[in-house]
């Protein structure tokens, strides 16, 4: 009996893609028609989320985000569009979470070790002791010049946002490419096009929150949507036999000491879904239950107990 010839249309081929940026990898899986070149894609898609690290990493001294970090209080800086974006969301979603999620923590960041520098004691006292304004209130945009002002010294830190942002950039390239099914991740943020089948959303895992094991606690289907976890046991220092969470909580000027294991968040946007996840996780299960009910928000929270 002869087989059915594939048809270069009809019958789309698997291509996964990934490559290194921020420290870790980004990846792509889509399906695409036999006579689809996946190296122009991959080019693309490699350039969307180098260009989120170029603008917006502290970990790169001449970062538009770094030039931000450096300007003087009170003078008007010119700011490439996508980092507008980004601090836009960032200060809406600092208002609506009471400031739970506040991107002027960098100098918090830096002290406690989680930057490019060592931990440093001395700094770590004077972050906890500092009495910081929220990001909201003194961080001026002016949208249609694309420029931004500080009107109290601040240090920006975007890591809990940009890394969505940049699964944001990697969807728009797989569309641009004319892809109806994929889906884009970076460091645990993904965001889902499609279906990977008629009537099969794509499955991805939400970890278990172990420190020296990675197995998943549940499953969750995306469809259109996008999905991020915040929590304490993937990145973290060790400071006198303790470890220390990543995440800063901004009204105490260190790591939360207190907080759920987790915290996933499903939006429409991964930017959104990467910052509601850190913010709920600073406000914790009760609070953060509550905003989320509030907000009409999706999330699940995971708490240990006892063992």
Known sequence: MSKTPIDPVLDPVRHALN??????????????????DPAPIRDALADAVDMVDRQMSTWKPDSD??????????????MPAQVMEVLAKSIEIGRLSGGAFDIGVGDVV????????????????????????????????????????????????????????????????????????????????????????????????????DLDTRAPLSILELSDCAVATSGDYRHWVELGGQRLSHTMDPIRGGPLTQSPASVTVLAETCMEADAWATALMVQGGLEGAKTARRLNLNALFVERDEN
């Open 110 to 209: 830096t002290a406690w070790g989680f930057g490019p520098q060592e931990a440093d004691t001395k700094a770590m006292r004077e972050a906890l002791c500092r009495n910081r304004p929220a990001t909201h209130d003194v961080l001026d945009l002016d949208i249609d010049a694309l420029r931004v002002c500080k009107r109290a010294p601040l240090t920006l830190d975007l890591s809990g946002i940009a890394k969505g942002y940049a699964v944001d950039r990697m969807t728009d390239v797989l569309k641009r490419f004319d892809i109806k099914a994929a889906l884009a991740s970076l460091d645990g943020d993904m965001r889902a096009i499609g279906q990977r089948a008629p009537d099969r959303p794509w499955t991805v895992a939400v970890e278990r929150p």
């Open 65 to 78: 985000l770094m030039r931000l970090n450096h300007a003087p209080v009170g003078e008007w800086i010119a």
């Open 19 to 36: 490559g290194p940026t921020m420290g870790t990898r980004w990846a792509a899986l889509f399906h695409a028609p036999a006579t689809t």
